[in-house]
């Protein structure tokens, strides 16, 4: 198949569409590299903007060869989902993936539950999956998240569809895990097979697990994970603050004035 890397003459990674963000992003590839069985043959034009110092800090170690797991925390507002869609697809381009798997608790973020939706399975669904097609509409220059669905570069299912899957070549993005359980979470990363990375991400200010016997499990996961052990198997958490929020200054304000009141 064809997997072959572009390299510059100082041995540096290029990314197309982002030769700013990778040229610090060493290329590492062993090789014996993972072959991807079906890459996408034309690649993906992807708008760009004007990322910060953190955010590129980020793409450098999500998009390293080594990296297998990243545990993402931060507030709303930080573009957590944005940024590992954004890097989900640059790992197409690369050839580094086959497709991109998009999973979420079913858990509603309301204190009262909408009850039934209408329609088939796909057309309720649809409603968890709304985040994700937000940032392909955001990120894509020309492709139609539509397109990439047909294609089946893209896929997107509540995570209690994971067990007794395995994941071979994917980029996995488990959105909203703060609604997550331990359990949930373990059953996603322990899916993943060779040439598979994923992108844990969670605002734990926002949890919508009630229950007394059931709490979110993403803040434990990435405690366990954030040893140097984990580190040499390419497992790593990465944190965004209040001033990292980028959605608008009117966000920004709200929630470090609800976090002063601990609400």
Not at 41 to 65: G, M, S
Not at 200 to 225: N, W, Y
Not at 249 to 259: A, D, P
């Amino acid at each position: 198949m064809g997997t072959k890397k572009q390299a510059s003459k100082n041995g540096k990674l290029k990314i197309r569409g982002g030769k700013e963000i990778a040229k610090d992003i060493k290329d590492t590839e062993p090789q014996n590299k993972f072959i991807v069985e079906n890459p996408i043959k034309r690649q993906i034009k992807i708008n760009q903007f004007p990322w910060t110092e953190k955010q590129k800090e980020f793409f450098r170690i999500a998009l390293d060869y080594n990296t297998k797991i990243v545990f993402v925390g931060g507030p709303a507002g930080t573009s957590k989902t944005l940024l590992a869609t954004y890097c989900g697809l640059q790992l197409l381009n690369m050839k580094s993936i086959s497709d991109i798997l998009y999973l979420r608790s079913a858990v509603e973020s309301s204190d009262r539950s909408l009850g039934f939706l209408p329609g088939n399975a796909d057309e309720k669904l649809r409603f968890y999956n709304l985040p994700l097609i937000d940032k392909l509409d955001e990120l894509l220059a020309e492709t139609k998240a539509e397109k990439l669905e047909d294609e089946h570069r893209v896929s997107m299912f509540p995570v209690n569809f994971a067990r007794g899957m395995n994941w071979k070549g994917k980029c996995i993005i488990l959105d909203e895990a703060q609604n997550s359980t331990e359990k949930e979470i373990l059953t996603v990363l322990t899916r993943m097979g060779e040439g598979s990375r994923c992108f844990v991400l969670a605002d734990p200010m926002q949890t919508d697990i009630r229950h007394e016997d059931k709490q979110g499990g993403f803040e434990k996961m990435q405690s366990i994970f954030s040893d140097e052990e984990s580190m040499k198997m390419g497992i790593y958490r990465f944190s965004f603050s209040e001033d990292d929020i980028m959605r608008s200054e009117l966000v920004k304000f709200l929630i470090r004035k609800t976090n002063k009141h601990s609400l």
